[in-house]
């Protein structure tokens, strides 16, 4: 297979317009399974979660979990969704090893909420409605792993070993209606949809929506049309797509890779696709030759969903403050201009900002800490924000031995280090560096006379009323006591010991 | 004595084991032995769980004894267990090489039930492969004979459950009806047999065949006995989201007020469409007598009309071979039952396995079902098989505003040779017109004993049909006509049954 021609980003902006849909699955947090009574906790030893009817025995039957439809109903409500008063299940069949039965059950014609829409706001503050055309229930298939062979996949392994644990966990999938328009904003789109979404469901507490574990996974369908020309393209599906940074460079890249293959005056295939991450590039799965026949038709073990309309009402009053009322609000509590809001949500810190003022800290302080220095060490450690090991109240502590004097900020940095470093908690940290601020006014004393006399010329101008040329000498007592005095405090001793 | 014990009703044994006359391990072996002497010749059996059943009841006489009182009032009495529905302690295999061997992990609801009861579980019983067919010729492990005459099946696909009772093997039986598998059987036996409503017996461990069709019912030789068992495994249940949240009919108390013999003021329908042409002359002419019994019992006879049901076949060879498509996609080797180790991918052996675990009647609904689910075939096949399906259960609706249950013949014919039909699915698929209209509603209906045809000496079927949970009507009609024939013939109708021969 030769490698895909691809067109530079800004080309293809030019010459096409790019058309996004995108489909997200969830998987939600509910304690039990779809269709039985099975546990869903992560990471358990393979098929320890698993009985009769999430292992598709013979006789088996399922039973619609309760919990998982109110989530499905709460996550409808929340994206502006029109909830099904009544709707069914059905049977989506083919035939693979993960799958027990053959047929995976999944709201096929009859999704439990449609018709919504989700505001999102992009880095400069743009906002862009993005229609919901769906979102459906469904179970989710078990793990496979493929053992030898060169691909990983099923083809070509040795052996394949299954997991059945996650069998007929609780998806929800989430589809958008075509997103026309985006331009060269396409991939920043999608990212900040896949991230508004998140942020909302994380919200309703109804997933743990980590990419990363595959609690939510995101397909990007895209396509080009030439330019003002309103024809739809041929499009694929990418999935795999594990992180929110790459749902935006699968967007970049299948625009580039799509325009290549229209440039040579080919035909887009309609196929599925594989993001890799390591190149960031997308890899052919397997060509259909005919499309996939699922020969769906309605689950006739279970009975239709029927919400009845209070029992929706009921669940609109359950919703939480959602992400957009709640930074409204934090706005306005916090004082805080669109920029520095933008700032805020951009950098992923605003639930740790709060989690921190809720823990005591001054807004202000909270939001310089993780907007620069934390900011800045999981940059250079390489992960997120929040994956860095201190927690909102040890920052929060940290803050608050500042406002009282204990600390100073370089000192304060100091404590933040040994926190991240895993040396315990800041009062911990604080007593094995020895990182006090210098109170003791005879030692401190000592030092500005010391610090005067090596540079008389200085102490010459601030006697003769230069007080502001005490910075220098503020600097070389900081630099004697390791930064340990309270600079506030030496100042107020040089002017004192000056006379001035 | 031993003898003596396989002769009896449930309910008489039942009384008998219950006073301490006879304990529940006397009868347990009593049937055991029969079961030994003549299920050689008729087959009627899978498998026999001998420790198990004497186990069980060890138990049931030990707690008598101790002075509790039964579990139910079938407690002690030995029942034949359909092989569709799942029993950890013996296997499970639908008359399937697919699940040859297969031990379930859990228990059916059904059998949780009979344990419950303290009814004693002899074994499986033999059926046509995932309880297709209408003979039990497609059972991988053989046919079943009928007891009436060996050389002639017993129906199907429930033959291992009817037979067992008319040979005198269990007084009890479970069968499942998806389309007749209960009646027919019963018919073709001259035993009971009952198809509840759809959703009145769980299907919780019932290896499925049509999910919207299958019904699991009591078998027996009487029609209180099929009620005693009714309302053993009746009920609702949690694990089976299509199962109703209602209370067992009062069956048993209908079928006592039956057995006094007085039908005043029931309306019995007469369905047209099922009646005159293509009957055996002794099926009719049973019908026509039987008739005749209901009206000097003091019921109304009315006729109605069901103008749809001519429809039910095609619709039913639609609907079933669809849901059996999916329904047994899940036999693909890869987690349990026969696995054919051919070829070098999961596909191939899955194609392999299925290839050789699967008999041609199972094979052939696959196929069509795959093609009727097909895009492009979906609405002209499946889709207005199921407006087809409304239709009936409307004509259902409208004949029951005329009448308290309906009646017809339960089978065409008297039981035929075997062989007969096995190479003509169609001619096969004709046993089961009358029948399947009530899967199709999910009404109930059961099958009595209407004597033998005059130019066979075969036993003949008297179909009563009632509206959904309507089953107490239907009992009380059932008893009344079987105290009737009974009384007529001056014996209960299994004393008729001859002696196995070989
Ligand atoms: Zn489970």
């Known amino acids: ?500 | 004595m031993s003898d003596d014990l396989t002769r009896l009703s449930a309910a008489e044994l039942a009384g008998k084991i219950h006073s301490r006359e006879v304990s529940a391990v006397e009868a347990a072996q009593a049937h055991l032995d029969r079961i030994t002497a003549v299920d050689g010749d008729v087959h009627a059996f899978l498998h026999v769980g001998t420790e198990a059943a004497l186990a069980s009841a060890t138990l049931v006489d030990e707690s008598l004894d101790a002075g509790t009182a039964p579990a139910s009032a079938l407690a002690g009495v030995p029942l034949a267990l359909k092989d569709v529905l799942t029993t950890t302690d013996m296997p499970t295999t639908v008359g399937s090489r697919i699940l040859e061997g297969w031990r379930p992990p859990y228990d059916a609801t059904v059998t949780s039930k009979l344990r419950a009861a303290g009814i004693t579980i002899l074994g499986k019983t033999n059926m046509d492969e995932f309880a297709m067919g209408s003979s039990t010729e497609y059972s991988a492990y053989g046919p079943t004979r009928n007891p009436w005459d060996l050389g002639r099946i017993p129906g199907g696909s429930g033959g291992g459950s009817a037979a067992a009772l008319a040979a005198f093997e269990a007084p009890l039986a479970i069968g499942t009806d998806t389309g007749g598998s209960i009646r027919q059987p019963a018919a073709m036996t001259g035993t009971v047999g009952v198809k509840p409503t759809y959703g009145g017996v769980s299907r919780y461990g019932l290896v499925a065949c049509a999910s919207s069709l299958d019904q699991a019912g009591p078998c027996a030789r009487t029609v209180l006995d099929a009620a005693l068992l009714h309302e053993v495994i009746g009920g609702h249940d949690p694990m089976d989201s299509t199962s109703i949240d209602a209370p067992v009919p009062a069956v048993v108390e209908a079928a006592r007020l039956g057995a006094k013999g007085d039908l005043s003021g029931v309306r019995v329908g007469v369905v047209r469409e099922l009646t005159g042409e293509g009957y055996q002359a002794g099926v009719g002419e049973n019908f026509d007598a039987a008739l005749r019994e209901l009206e000097k019992l003091g019921a109304e006879v009315v006729e109605v009309s069901a103008p749809h049901f001519q429809y039910g076949l095609a619709a039913y060879y639609l609907i079933l071979p669809s849901e059996v498509s999916s329904n047994l996609a899940r036999f693909d080797a890869m987690r349990y039952g026969l696995r054919i180790d051919k070829g070098a991918s999961a596909e191939e052996v899955m194609a392999a396995t299925r290839e050789a675990g699967f008999g041609p009647e199972v094979k052939r609904r696959i196929i069509l079902g795959t093609y009727a689910l097909s895009s492009g075939y979906y609405d002209a096949y499946y889709g207005q098989a199921q407006k087809v399906r409304t239709l009936i259960s409307r004509d259902f609706a409208a004949a029951f505003e005329q009448a308290d249950v309906l009646v017809s013949p339960t089978a065409p014919t008297t039981a035929f040779p075997i062989g007969d039909k096995v190479d003509d699915p169609l001619a096969m698929y004709l046993n089961d017109l009358a029948t399947i209209p009530t899967n199709l509603a999910g009404t109930a209906a059961m099958s009595v004993p209407s004597g033998v045809a005059a130019e066979d000496g075969l036993p003949t079927g008297l179909q009563i049909m009632a509206p959904a949970l309507g089953e107490a009507v239907m009992y009380r009609v059932g008893a009344a006509y079987e105290a009737a024939r009974d009384a007529a013939d001056g014996s209960p109708f299994a004393a008729r049954t001859p002696e196995v021969k070989a």
């Open chain 1, 1 to 500: 297979m030769t490698a895909p021609t691809l067109v530079d980003f800004d080309d293809v902006v030019d010459r096409y317009d790019p058309v996004l849909g995108l489909e997200v699955h969830v998987e939600l947090s509910t304690n039990t399974k779809m269709f039985c009574g099975c546990p869903t906790a992560f990471g358990a030893e393979p098929n320890t979660q698993v009985c009769p009817t999430c292992l598709g025995l013979p006789g088996a039957l399922p039973v619609v979990n309760r919990t998982a439809v109110e989530s499905a109903i709460r996550i409808g409500l929340a994206l502006n969704c029109d909830i099904a008063p009544w709707g069914r299940f059905a049977r989506k069949n083919y035939f693979y090893p993960d799958m027990p039965k053959n047929f995976q059950t999944s709201q096929y014609d009859e999704p439990i909420a449609v018709n919504g829409h989700l505001d999102v706001t992009l880095e400069d503050g743009t906002v862009v409605r993005v229609e919901i055309e769906r979102a459906h229930m469904e179970e989710d298939t078990g793990k496979s792993l493929h053992v030898g062979g060169a691909t990983g996949r099923i083809h070509g392994a040795e052996y394949s070993l299954l997991d059945y644990n996650r069998a007929g966990v609780p998806l929800i999938e989430i589809v958008t209606k075509m997103i026309p328009d985006t331009g060269g904003r396409a991939p920043e789109v999608a990212r900040a949809y896949v991230t508004a979404l998140r942020d909302l469901i994380r919200s309703l507490g109804v997933s743990d929506v980590r990419m990363d574990q595959g609690s939510m996974r995101c397909d990007v369908n895209l396509s080009l049309s030439p330019k003002g020309s309103g024809i739809l393209g041929t499009r694929s599906e990418t999935k795999n797509v594990n992180s929110l940074r790459s749902v935006e460079r699968a967007v970049r890249y299948e625009m580039s890779r799509h325009a290549g293959v229209l440039d040579a005056g080919e035909k887009v295939v309609q196929e599925t696709r594989h993001f890799q991450e390591d190149t960031a590039t997308t890899r052919s799965g397997r060509i259909k030759e005919t499309s996939e026949d699922y020969r769906y038709f309605p689950e006739p073990d279970l009975v239709p969903i029927a919400p009845s309309a209070e029992w929706v009402e009921e669940l609109r009053g359950t919703l939480p403050e959602l992400p957009w009322e709640r930074r409204a609000r934090i706005q306005q509590e916090w004082n805080l201009s669109d920029a520095e809001l933008r700032d805020l949500v951009n950098a992923d810190a605003l639930d740790l900002v709060a989690a921190t003022v809720d823990a005591g800290a001054p807004s202000g302080d909270a939001r310089s800490w993780w907007v620069s220095y934390l900011s800045q060490q999981a940059n250079t450690r390489g992960v997120t924000l929040d994956a860095l090991p201190i927690t909102p109240a040890q920052l929060a502590r940290v803050i608050e031995l500042v406002t009282t004097g204990e600390l100073n900020n370089k000192l304060a940095r100091q404590v933040v280090d040994g926190v991240l470093e895993g040396e315990g908690e800041p009062d911990e940290v604080v007593a094995k560096r020895g990182l006090a601020v210098v109170s003791d006014d005879g030692a401190l004393i000592a030092a500005v006379d010391e610090a005067l006399a090596a540079q008389p010329d200085v102490a010459e101008k601030i006697r003769g009323g230069k007080v502001a040329a005490a910075g220098a000498i503020v600097g070389a007592v900081m630099k004697a006591t390791k930064g340990q005095a309270d600079a506030k405090r030496v100042r107020e001793l040089i002017i004192e010991r000056c006379g001035a």
